[in-house]
């Protein structure tokens, strides 16, 4: 189900906004975003789902060392990237450089990121760690 | 080993909505702050906007500009200020309740690192631990992790983060602004 609210904007256009269309939006090529809070948001949230993702795999697989940190920054990074200037065709100086882009919400995701690489890094695998020490 | 991290990530997520809540009867329902804090976005947006369509030469507007910038550092001030009250209340409360959970999980291992981290992290990632393996993980790093994580993506769901434009116009009252100079 979605909630739709409308509201009319200044110069009197209607604009509707609603959880479903953002979604919409995010997964079509080269949308328009009048709100640029909104793209920013799309991006702060797929981060912070594709940061637990990969940490879930970093854990399983496992990675370990500091190639398993740098992969994941340069991953997080490129495919932000590629994802606003490639897809949706962003122009990145209306956000104040593609800096802005890169760092939106990288953090908090690079710290959702190791937690979960730790959890299942640590559950997964203390047997075999264990074991390893004690050879 | 695992009940304990799983353990602290719920701690994090608990004592994250605790200081929310903290804040939240303290702060963020006066009126006081609502008022403060629609005056600084609206503000922000504002003045972000006047910036962008800024005529270089006309200097009626940059004198706009400025005064607009001056009200907004003074609505800022207050706006911390207000904030002040509860962080001193709810940093006290952390504190106790820090020390709580290091007494309880002291000198145990936690978690098993994937990787050994740089040498000024180890001294927070093998805190209270004996041995020289770097790969054990102390309460207090898990923690501060699972923080970091939590409670900002706490914020923005009940949207209590303040809004881009705001933290946009604030950073720029310390650090010039990119292109101020162009």
Redesign the interface.
Known sequence: MTTKTSTITKNGSLKVSSEGSVWQKAITANSEWED??EF?DVI?WSR?VF?IILGVI??II?????L??ALFAAISCAVVYLYSINFQSIDEEEY??AWELIKEGF??????F??T???F???L??DS?IAE?TL | MWSDTLLIVFISISTALLGEGLTYVLVYRTDKYQKLKNEVEKQSKKLEKRKEHQNQNDKSQKKKIERDEEKLKNNNRDLSLVKMKSMIATGFAFTALLSMFNSIFDGKVVARLPFVPISWVQGLSHRNLVGEDFTECSFIFLYILCTMSIRQNIQKLLGFAPSRAASKQGNSLFAPAPGQFR
């Open positions: 640029k809070d920013l702060y912070q940061g970093w854990g496992p990675l370990k060392g500091m398993g940190l104040g450089g953090l908090a995701s690079f710290a959702g190791i937690v690489w730790i959890i890094y640590t559950g695998h203390y760690i020490k």
